[in-house]
């Protein structure tokens, strides 16, 4: 990409000022992203949301696989440039959950987004168990909890769409995290406090509602 940082930034901060496509409708929040590695240009992708971030103060959603360290590479980048890491919400977390790991990524001041748990491969159990293990360390207040689920394309990888889904499919993905994930938490201990802040209290905070 030819573009500078700065000037890929300035296509978002033009739309949080002026509105989106020529409409009075300004975001709420911004979005970043890495695939496996980072290449020069993601760097300087990165490197420009951060810019949006700090000149807009939005909320920033970090789209990661958090395979090897690239989460971590992604938030020392932007911390290069963002001057307050609870603007950052590193997302996906759920894809590796190793309570350690996550420890080391919230230590940055940022927050975790433990979505796609209904296709992270772990039970609702073992994401129930993580939490609690995380709020037992004082870091409730840096968790949030999401689907992240799509009716139409969810799954489409594995060579059917959404649309192929049963009624039952549905309930059950939409039910992981308020419901199954929920149980199991509860069960071993896990507070109401600490549950009510991971799924209300904090993403009203992160996301300046």
């Not at 990661?64 to 989460?71: F, G, Y």
């Not at 689907?147 to 799954?155: A, P």
Request: glycine letters at 6%; charged letters at 25%; hydrophobic letters at 35%.
């Amino acid at each position: 990409m030819s573009r500078s940082e700065d000037e890929i930034a300035s296509w978002f901060i033009d739309e949080f000022k002026l509105g989106i496509e020529g409409t009075d409708i300004k975001p709420g929040i911004l979005k970043c992203a890495s695939q496996d590695t980072i290449t020069d240009n993601n760097r300087k992708r990165l490197r420009a949301m951060a810019i949006a971030q700090k000149q807009t103060n939005l909320p920033l959603y970090v789209h990661s696989n958090h395979r090897d360290d690239l989460a971590i590479q992604q938030i020392e980048i932007l911390l290069e440039i963002i001057d307050n890491p609870e603007k950052i919400l590193m997302g996906h977390s759920a894809l590796k959950l190793d309570v350690e790991y996550l420890k080391k990524l919230l230590s940055y001041g940022c927050y975790i987004v433990v979505d796609q748990g209904h296709c992270s491969g772990y039970t609702p159990q073992q994401i129930g168990n993580a939490l609690n293990q995380l709020c037992n360390s004082e870091y409730a207040d840096r968790i949030l909890l999401s689907n992240d689920m799509c009716i139409y394309s969810d799954f489409a990888s594995k060579g059917y769409t959404g649309l192929q889904l049963t009624a039952q499919q549905h309930t059950d993905n939409f039910a992981f995290i308020i419901k199954k994930v929920y149980e199991e938490f509860v069960a071993i201990g896990g507070s109401e406090e600490n549950w009510d802040k991971m799924f209300n209290k904090n993403p009203l905070k992160a996301l300046n509602i």
